[in-house]
C-alpha cells in the first residue's frame, strides 16, 4: 500500500466508492478507510488530505458515528461531505437540526464568490441533494461560500484550518461538475501531484507480489472471466513458473466454458490445470435452494478442491483470488458502516484452518479500474471486454434447488442470448447479460396444446463497475428475437420476461 494517499473515511454511505473512484479518475491515488480506523494506521500512511464521506446517520443521533478527534490535529486539508460537514459542523461548536423541508435531487448552488479555490473552473452549479439535516448556526472560524433554496449553507469553508465541507455530493454524476471540486481539493487544497494510474498500480502491485511470495508458490483459482484472467497475468508477471493456475470444472458453467477458459490461457502462455470436480458439487448441491447457503458450498467446496490439489507441490504457502473491492464491501463491512447485501465465494466460507495464506490483488480496486488494468498488462480486448460471470456460477441463476436438467435449460437459453446480443453488437455496448431459470411454470399454447411449463428471465444491465446498474434499453425487436428462439428451442419453456429493476433496489443476480 503506497503512501500519500487521500484517505475517504466512510461513514457508511452508498457513494463513499464514489468518491475514491472519481478521485482516481482525476489521477490521485485514494484510499478508503472506516470511520473508526486507529489513528496510527492513519498516520503511517501519511495521507496528503482527508474526506469524510456522506451517511445514512444524523449527527445528533445517540449513536452518531464519531471520527477520532486527534485526526483533526493532524493538519490535513478535509472535505466533508453530507453527513461529513454535520461532522465537521458539530466538532467545531455549530449547530444541525432537522430541516424543515427534505432536499433530495437536483438543487442549484448560489455561489457568493466565484473565484472560491473550491469553485475554480466550474461553469455549472446543478447539484445532487440527498439529505434531511441543515445547518443552522455555523461554528466560529466557518464562512458560507454557497447556499440553495433548502439548504442556507451548502458549502461553507474555514482557510485557516483548510477545512471545506458541501451538502450536496460531489462525487456523483448529477452534480454536473462535481468532478472539478474534488479536482480542485486534491490539486489546489491539498498541493496533491498526480500519483495514480493503472501503470503505477500495476508496477506497484507486482513489486508487492514479489517481495511478499519471494521463492514460494502460488495457487491461483481462475474462472476465465476477467478478473481472474488479470490476476493470474500480474501474478505470472511477478513470479513466473511459480504460479500455478487451476480451473474447477464445476458442472455449473456455460456451454462450452471449459474449452473457452483452457484456449484462452494457452493464449497467455500460462499453464493451466483443469479439475473435473463436477460430480462433487452436484451431489453436495441436491435439494439446497437457499441462495446463501448454495454460496457457501460451493465455496467450500472449491477450498477443498484446492487445497487437494496444493498437497501435490511442495512450498505452496498463498491462495491467489480475484476478489475486488466491490465483493468486499457487498459481503462484510469491514470498509466501514455499510450494510450486508450477499456473501461472495471469495470472501465467504473460507475455513479457520486455511493452510495457506490469501493473495488478492486486486481487492482495493473496482471492475472498471480491472479492466483498465487488463489492457496494461497487454490481455486481448475479447478478453478484457467479457461480461462478469458469479464464482458461483449458473446455481445462482437457478431459482430452486439446482439439477442436471435445469442447469441443461438454463445453458441453452444462456447461449441464445448471447448468440443474439453478439451478432446486434449489443454484447459490447452492455455491462452485464444472462438468464434466469424461475422455477415457475404458467399456461402457455402451442400449436393446437395447452402447455404448463416453466419461465426464463432475461436481465441485461448497464453499469460501470457493478456498484449502480440500471437494466438496459435494448430494442424491442432484438428481444423479440430471443424470446422466440428461447421458446422455440428449449424444450420446457413457454414464456420469457424482461426484468427492468435497477440496482439499487435489486441486485444484478437474482441471488
Known amino acids: 500500500m503506497q503512501k500519500n494517499p487521500i484517505v475517504v473515511f466512510d461513514f457508511g454511505s452508498q457513494y463513499t466508492q464514489l468518491i475514491a473512484k472519481s478521485l482516481r479518475k482525476l ?7 472506516p470511520y473508526f480506523e486507529k489513528l496510527s494506521t492513519i498516520k503511517k500512511l501519511e495521507p ?6 456522506g451517511g445514512p446517520a444524523s ?20 472535505l466533508g461531505i453530507c453527513y461529513g460537514m454535520q461532522l465537521i459542523v458539530d466538532r467545531f461548536g455549530g449547530i444541525v437540526v432537522p430541516s424543515k423541508s427534505r432536499e433530495y435531487g437536483k438543487a442549484q448552488l448560489i455561489v457568493d464568490n466565484k473565484k472560491k479555490t473550491i469553485f475554480k473552473d466550474m461553469s455549472n452549479y446543478s447539484v445532487w441533494m440527498s439529505h434531511s439535516d441543515k445547518v443552522q448556526k455555523l461554528p466560529d472560524g466557518f464562512e458560507k461560500i454557497a447556499s440553495s433554496e433548502n439548504s442556507p449553507y451548502a458549502m461553507i469553508q474555514n482557510t485557516a484550518k483548510n477545512i471545506y465541507a458541501c451538502q450536496f455530493h460531489p462525487e456523483v454524476t448529477h452534480t454536473i461538475d462535481g468532478d472539478k471540486i474534488l479536482k480542485n481539493f486534491a490539486k489546489y487544497i491539498c498541493g496533491c501531484e498526480k ?5 503505477n498500480f500495476a508496477k506497484h502491485t507486482i513489486q508487492n507480489i514479489k517481495k511478499t511470495v519471494t521463492n514460494k508458490k502460488v495457487l491461483c483459482a481462475v474462472s476465465g472471466g476477467v478478473d481472474s484472467s488479470v490476476v493470474a497475468t500480474i501474478l505470472y508477471e511477478a513470479i513466473g513458473e511459480n504460479l ?6 464445476n458442472g455449473l458453467l456455460r456451454t462450452n466454458e471449459v474449452i473457452d477458459v483452457q484456449n484462452m490461457f494457452r493464449h ?7 479439475i473435473d470436480a463436477c460430480e462433487q458439487f452436484m451431489f453436495k448441491l441436491q435439494d439446497v435452494s437457499d441462495p446463501e447457503e448454495k454460496r457457501k458450498i460451493i465455496g467450500k467446496i472449491f477450498i477443498d478442491v484446492f487445497s487437494v ?7 505452496i504457502e498463498f491462495l491467489a483470488q480475484g476478489t475486488l473491492y466491490t465483493d468486499i464491501i457487498e459481503s462484510v463491512s469491514i470498509k466501514g458502516p455499510s450494510k450486508t447485501i450477499k456473501s461472495h465465494h471469495n470472501v465467504g466460507g473460507l475455513p479457520e484452518n486455511l493452510s495457506f495464506k490469501l493473495i488478492e490483488p486486486l481487492k482495493e480496486i473496482f471492475k472498471d479500474e480491472v479492466r483498465q488494468l487488463g489492457a496494461e498488462l497487454g490481455l486481448p480486448k475479447q478478453m478484457i471486454n467479457r461480461h462478469p460471470f458469479p464464482g458461483p456460477g449458473l446455481a445462482i441463476r437457478i431459482m430452486g434447488s439446482v439439477n442436471k436438467q435445469s442447469l441443461s435449460i438454463l445453458r441453452a437459453c444462456d447461449t441464445i442470448l448471447i448468440e443474439e446480443l453478439n451478432s446486434s453488437g449489443y454484447y459490447d455496448k452492455t455491462w452485464q447479460a444472462f438468464v434466469v431459470l424461475l422455477n415457475v411454470r404458467s399456461v402457455g399454447v402451442m400449436g393446437d396444446n395447452r402447455t404448463y411449463d416453466n419461465t426464463i428471465c432475461v436481465r441485461i444491465v448497464d453499469a460501470i463497475d457493478g456498484m449502480t446498474a440500471t437494466f438496459s434499453k435494448v430494442p424491442f425487436d432484438i428481444l423479440e428475437v430471443i424470446s422466440r428462439r428461447i421458446i422455440n428451442e428449449t424444450n420446457g419453456i413457454n414464456r420469457v420476461v424482461y426484468d427492468i429493476s435497477s440496482k439499487p433496489p435489486a441486485t444484478i443476480e437474482w441471488e
Do not use: H, Q, R
Open 27 to 33: 489521477g490521485y491515488y485514494t484510499l478508503i478507510l
Open 48 to 53: 496528503i488530505g482527508l474526506v469524510f464521506s
Open 59 to 78: 449527527i445528533y443521533d445517540k449513536d452518531a458515528y464519531k471520527i477520532d478527534d486527534d485526526i483533526f490535529d493532524m493538519n490535513k486539508p478535509i
Open 195 to 199: 500519483n495514480w494510474s493503472m501503470g
Open 244 to 249: 500455478i493456475c487451476v480451473f474447477v470444472d
Open 268 to 274: 497467455l502462455n500460462i499453464k493451466l490445470i483443469t
Open 309 to 315: 490439489e496444493a498437497a501435490k507441490y511442495d512450498d
